[in-house]
């Protein structure tokens, strides 16, 4: 394996996978505890919810969930209302945030303003000041370091709403960017832009089922794949990131895998 690259971890099943995600989260909760208090993390839709509903929510010894000092922004989000299904942070309610013990804490979530849904500009200019907020209430930075970033990976090997070729990759000032044509709908959103991405501390990665054979393939072996979104990540922040995948998904890569922290 190539000094400082990626971590690559692959399990038979999610519920092979879930408690290593769930050791790593932790990991990554106290070490932002011990930097300044909270665990500022980013998280996207689709199918990753679910995955972190069974890795954080099923009892298990040893350290707690602390979710009362969860900062949690979403990595992108639809211009759509809250309670559209193409929302997502309605997704992370019904999946994550609504099934929370009272005993573990709420977290505080940041979710876009939906009355500036129409102008998708001020709708990320909106949402950026709430991460100025929370990363520069003090000292102006020049890019918000999550603790954490959690991902899903695409079959084009887009991430957040970052897609290939698009020229949102190019853009190296914003935090927070508006898209206007997505190639997959809805087609306005915002995303955090790449080196944001770049910038956390820990990213991982999720990605599961056959459907991701492909891409991984390509994303991890091969000089095109390097290109894509989610290879751009891998390049910018080595071996910050960490990809927590199932057999299926991994079959035909080449790249080094682990089956455990």
């Keep these: 394996m190539a000094i400082n690259s990626p971590n690559l971890y692959s399990f038979s099943s999610t519920d092979q996978l879930a408690p290593q995600l769930r050791q790593y989260i932790l990991n990554c909760q106290e070490a932002g505890f011990q930097h300044h208090g909270s665990f500022r993390v980013a998280v996207s839709g689709g199918s990753l919810p679910k995955v972190l509903a069974k890795a954080l929510l099923e009892e298990k010894g040893g350290t707690q969930v602390t979710f009362s000092k969860w900062n949690i922004f979403f990595a992108d989000e639809r211009a759509v209302p809250l309670t559209h299904e193409d929302s997502n942070y309605k997704v992370l309610k019904d999946e994550l945030l609504d099934k929370i013990p009272s005993s573990l804490g709420k977290p505080t979530v940041h979710t876009i303003d939906v009355s500036q849904l129409d102008d998708t500009q001020e709708l990320a200019d909106t949402y950026e000041q709430a991460m100025v907020k929370t990363f520069a209430a003090k000292d102006s930075v020049k890019l918000p370091i999550f603790d954490l970033l959690l991902l899903g990976c695409g079959p084009d090997g887009h991430t957040c709403s970052l897609f290939p070729n698009h020229e949102l990759l190019r ?36 990605a599961t089922g056959e ?20 290879g751009l990540v891998n390049a910018g922040a080595r071996d910050k990131v960490s990809w927590f995948a199932d057999d299926a998904a991994t079959q035909n890569v080449t790249h080094p895998r682990r089956s455990s922290l």
Excluded: M, Y
């Design 171 to 206: 853009e190296t000032i914003g935090w927070v960017l508006p898209i206007e044509d997505s190639p997959k709908p809805p087609a306005q959103r915002i995303t955090l832009s790449l080196p944001v991405v770049h910038a956390a501390n820990k990213i991982a990665f999720i």
């Design 211 to 230: 459907g991701k054979r492909d891409v991984l393939r390509e994303i991890f072996d091969t000089e095109a794949g390097a290109k894509l979104p989610c």
